[in-house]
C-alpha cells in the first residue's frame, strides 16, 4: 500500500464503501486540494503554466538570486 500509492476500494454487498490509502498519499491528495482550493496559488499556477507554455524561462542565476532576496 505505501511502496505503491494503491488504493483499495471497501465494498459492501458488491458495491464501493469506503477506500483505504495509505497516509502519504492521503496526505499528498489533502494538499493538492488546499492548492486547489486557494485562488492565490492557481492564479500563479495558471500563469506559471502560461509562461511555461510561451518558453518565458528567467536564467537560473536570476531564480536562485530572487529566493535568497
Do not use: C, Y
Request: cysteine-free; glycine content about 4%.
Amino acid at each position: 500500500l505505501e511502496q505503491h500509492q494503491e488504493v483499495i476500494a471497501l465494498t459492501r454487498n458488491g458495491v464501493p464503501a469506503a477506500v483505504l490509502l495509505s497516509m502519504e498519499h492521503f496526505r499528498g491528495l489533502v494538499e493538492t486540494i488546499e492548492i486547489l482550493a486557494d485562488p492565490k496559488a492557481m492564479r500563479s499556477l495558471r500563469r506559471s503554466l502560461k509562461q511555461m507554455e510561451r518558453r518565458e524561462w528567467l536564467p537560473d542565476g536570476e531564480v536562485f538570486a530572487k529566493e535568497s532576496a
